[in-house]
């Protein structure tokens, strides 16, 4: 798990994308899940969305969390607070950027 992981941090899509996809395939399945909740930092890795820079990485990363949130067992394996980060992650979409606001005041230097 490890090594899959630490190959869908490396910066080329090709890899990246491949090592999200087999975590896709597993997701559904409750051993896989208790493999995933029990990598430290996996649950973080996979909400961060500064991860996956372009568009092929974004969508598989998304993928992997609407295939964690579909499963019956996902919400008893990774607890309360992981399930209701990956269902706000899936509610706002794979392209959801936080909004930043700033005011200008007219005269100001």
């Known amino acids: 798990m490890e090594m899959l992981k630490g190959i869908s941090t490396q910066p080329f ?14 997701a559904c399945q409750p051993w896989g899940q208790k493999i995933m909740i029990d990598t430290p ?3 973080e890795f996979i909400v961060d969305r500064s991860t996956g820079p372009d568009k092929e990485s974004k969508d598989a990363k998304f993928e992997l969390v609407k295939a964690l ?4 067992s996902t919400a008893e ?6 399930y209701l980060r990956l269902r706000t992650y899936m ?8 909004a930043v606001s700033s005011v200008m005041v007219e005269g100001a230097e």
Do not use: D
């Open 13 to 26: 899509p090709e890899l990246h994308c491949v090592a999200l996809k087999i975590f896709t395939a597993i």
């Open 91 to 98: 509610r706002e979409g794979p392209y959801y950027v936080t």
């Open 69 to 72: 949130v579909n499963s019956k």
């Open 41 to 43: 930092g996996f649950v």
């Open 77 to 82: 394996i990774f607890g309360n607070q992981h």
